[in-house]
């Protein structure tokens, strides 16, 4: 699959049209998926999309084909994704989550009776900073070090919106359980 993915961005990278088709075609749906975490509603999911491909092919002669093509353009997807808050929303960081930690475990079951559409919507009520520094830890797997440096906060910070962010799912999820056996 690298060489196939190798071909088709050197394709890319001579401007053949059908080429660029192609990745569009290829990558998009995953990225709509990526971008729809990140992301308010299904608006701003296809704006930040957009935004992540216009900077995929603005920057596609920085790959330098080592690695997976996949997990270069995931990033800048992240990144896009980061910077869509940043410059639209005023990306606050500093909203105040009362009782956090007073908040009863959950059990497993609940988690694994969750479809990935009940997941999505929860994570799509966080905050844009919640849901961003959750996305990222979460389900890209960046280290809160890395966190922090991409979002131009503290370690400290990036550490604590975290936490702030997994208690907000975890009251979301116990809200939906308690509804759930009430109906």
């Not at 308010?40 to 690695?67: K, P, S, V, Y």
């Not at 270069?72 to 606050?92: C, E, H, P």
Request: charged content about 25%; hydrophobic content about 40%.
């Amino acid at each position: 699959m690298i060489d196939h993915d190798y071909d088709l961005l050197s394709r890319c990278l001579k401007k053949e049209v059908a080429a660029e088709d192609q990745l569009y075609h290829q990558f998009a749906p995953k990225m709509y998926g990526l971008c729809l975490r990140y992301a308010g509603n299904e608006t701003e999911a296809e704006d930040i999309l957009q935004d992540g491909f216009m900077r995929l092919f603005n920057h596609m002669h920085q790959f330098r084909f080592e690695g997976r093509v996949e997990a270069w353009i995931r990033r800048i997807f992240v990144r896009t994704a980061i910077n869509y808050y940043q410059q639209n929303l005023k990306f606050s960081m500093e909203v105040e989550l009362k009782n956090a930690d007073d908040l009863p475990a959950l059990q497993e079951d609940a988690l694994s009776a969750l479809s990935a559409k009940e997941l999505l919507a929860i994570i799509q009520h966080l905050t844009p900073a919640y849901r961003t520094i959750f996305n990222m830890h979460v389900i890209e797997n960046y280290a809160i070090t890395e966190i922090a440096d991409l979002l131009g906060i503290s370690e400290g910070t990036a550490r604590s919106q975290f936490h702030r962010a997994k208690n907000r799912v975890r009251q979301m999820l116990i809200q939906r359980e308690n509804y759930h056996t009430i109906s």
